[in-house]
């Protein structure tokens, strides 16, 4: 067995595992990232569009946002419809300057990996049957075949990067962790197609078919989303059925502008929320979609996973530089307090603008819950105060000081 030593352990090539490797390179600590796939297999899944500002200036400290910063495109606002009308939330004017950035999950995951091959740091990729063995102790190890060879990773810290899927939840003994959860009886079909996009901001629909989003990767490429029951089969959405669904539910403004074109990409995603408490267990760190799921409905996914690694990433320099481990203990408590507000704003925000139909929820008619939603959103739309409630919370919320 090839034995290696480092000082953090991460488990997952996906952006939590990519961002917090190159912060730590950058501070020169040491790091070795295992990856259960390969890295085109990383990059094919589409995913996420929308970066709050905690992430963009993240990725600045990374020395990462040099393609981002030339070509996302900033977001100073979006839409939410309902039906042919159409509210336009001003997130500028009504946060007092905050925005957010339009810049793909897939381009930010290919600018870390290019960083990460440039400097040389050790990444094993298709690394099978990762195991995690003695997390408690001061000297951690995972275990792991690559190309055919027995691996051992010893270190100081694990990470667990590795998504909904990964095995280091699982590492915790189901005694000492919590898991909430909520899983909604809908999913987005998405498509991505090389189309013009029917505006230059984000537009959520809430329409009496269902829920769709009108979102783009630049201003030529579109990315679209139907809400659908969960047991819908992509082979059962032809490019011609989709589209056609799409003009059902977005607004006159967007159908008139709207270009079909072939789906380069479709998917269907399931809808959740899920926290797992605690995202600490001894040298083993939760971070990102490992310890927490939401509904992409109000775009956080992505972005608590930044809040995540920023948070662990100044734990870990407070232990190598200024050798305070009193950082450690506070993890679990910063982390989750941001967590939960992504929580229960991207529930809040599907709730709002999907439709139950007459699937009973939280122990009334689908009818009766849809009629509270609907007041609720007329409520919030139709007040500054109400908008701004939306907006201070799309564009994110600070992180806290460790
Ligand atoms: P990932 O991206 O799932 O990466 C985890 C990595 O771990 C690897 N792995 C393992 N490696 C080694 N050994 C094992 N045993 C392993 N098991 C798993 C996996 O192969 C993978 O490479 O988690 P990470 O890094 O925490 O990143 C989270 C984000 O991907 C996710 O939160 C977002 O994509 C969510 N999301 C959105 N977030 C936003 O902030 N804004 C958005 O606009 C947004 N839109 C979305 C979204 C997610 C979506 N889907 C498909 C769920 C739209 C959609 C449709
Ligand atoms: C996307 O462009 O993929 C996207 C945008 C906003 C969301 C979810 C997904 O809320």
């Not at 939410?80 to 810049?103: E, F, M």
């Not at 899920?274 to 939760?286: A, S």
């Amino acid at each position: 067995m090839r034995k290696v030593k480092t000082q953090v352990a991460i488990i997952g090539a996906g952006p939590s595992g990519l961002l917090l490797g190159q912060l730590l390179t950058r501070c020169g600590i040491e790091n070795v990232i295992v990856e259960r796939v390969s890295g085109e297999y990383v990059l094919g899944r589409i995913r996420a569009g929308i970066l709050e500002q905690g992430f963009v200036e993240l990725a600045r400290e990374a020395g990462a946002a040099e393609r981002l910063d030339q070509e996302g495109a900033v977001h100073e606002g979006f839409s939410i419809a309902q039906g042919d009308r159409v509210h336009r939330i001003d997130l500028k004017a009504l946060t007092g300057g905050d925005v957010v950035v339009c810049y793909g999950q897939v381009e930010v995951t290919r600018d870390l990996m290019g960083l990460r091959a440039d400097a040389g740091a050790m990444t094993f990729y298709q690394a099978e049957d990762a195991m995690i063995y003695e997390p408690l102790s001061s000297s951690p190890r995972v275990k792991f075949r690559h190309e055919g060879e027995e691996l051992e990773l010893a270190c100081d810290f694990i990470a667990g990067c590795d998504g909904f899927h990964g095995i280091s939840r699982q590492v915790i003994p189901a005694s000492t962790r919590t898991e909430h959860e909520r899983v909604y009886p809908f999913g987005w079909l998405g498509v991505l197609s090389e189309t013009p996009p029917v505006d230059d901001e984000i537009m959520y629909c809430k329409s009496q078919r269902g829920f769709a989003l009108a979102s783009m990767r630049s201003s030529t490429r579109s990315r679209y989303y139907l809400q659908v029951p969960m047991d819908e089969k992509v082979e059962d959405w032809s490019d011609t059925l989709f589209w056609a669904e799409l003009r059902r539910r977005l607004p006159k403004v967007a159908v008139e502008q709207l270009v079909t074109g072939p789906s380069i990409e479709k998917s269907i995603a399931p809808l959740r929320s899920f926290v797992c408490e605690e995202m600490r267990y001894g040298n083993l760190f939760l971070v990102g979609d490992a310890a927490h799921i939401v509904p992409p409905t109000g775009a956080k996914g992505l972005n608590l996973a930044a809040s995540d690694v920023a948070t662990l990433y100044r734990v870990l320099r407070m232990v190598y530089e200024e050798g305070d481990r009193s950082g450690l203990a506070r993890y679990n408590e910063v982390a989750l307090r941001r967590v939960w507000h992504g929580e229960r704003f991207s529930w809040w925000m599907t709730n709002m603008l999907h439709d139950y139909g007459d699937m009973a929820v939280d122990g009334m008619a689908g009818s009766t819950f849809s009629r509270f939603m609907q007041s609720q959103l007329d409520y919030y739309l139709g007040s500054e105060h109400g908008q701004r409630v939306i907006a201070e919370q799309y564009v994110g919320l600070p992180y806290e000081q460790i």
